[in-house]
């Protein structure tokens, strides 16, 4: 069983920029596949983002450019960089861990408004 915590949602301006955190229980983080999915209002889940490696990366195409997906092994946390925030980047954020079966976080309100 991995739990995790999620940190860093909020509410900024269009352009504005958050930075998610998601901190994972259990000692063997560096062999989990860490990702990122977000889920508006009405709409169905997508994934964001995600990292099995450092250089085994995945970004939804509406993110590349904008949105970082990074790993700290030594604190059991993936992070998610979002800068150049857009309104239709709004959406509950959900941290995810795949490792032998699917865990995830209890999500994070993102809400970009002018």
């Known amino acids: 069983q991995v739990q995790l915590v999620e940190s860093g949602g909020g509410t900024v301006h269009p352009g504005g920029s958050l930075n998610l955190s998601c901190t994972a229980s259990?000692?063997?983080?560096?062999?989990?596949?860490m990702g990122w999915y977000r889920q508006a209002p009405g709409k169905e889940p997508e994934m964001v983002a995600q990292m099995s490696t450092p250089d085994r990366l995945y970004y939804f195409d509406s993110v590349k450019g904008r949105f970082t997906i990074s790993r700290d092994n030594s604190k059991n946390t993936a992070y998610l960089q979002m800068n150049s925030l857009k309104p239709e980047d709004t959406a509950i954020y959900y941290c995810n861990v795949y490792f032998i079966a699917a865990y995830w976080g209890q999500g994070t309100q993102v809400t970009v408004s002018a």
């Open positions: 259990g000692n063997k983080f560096e062999s989990y596949i």
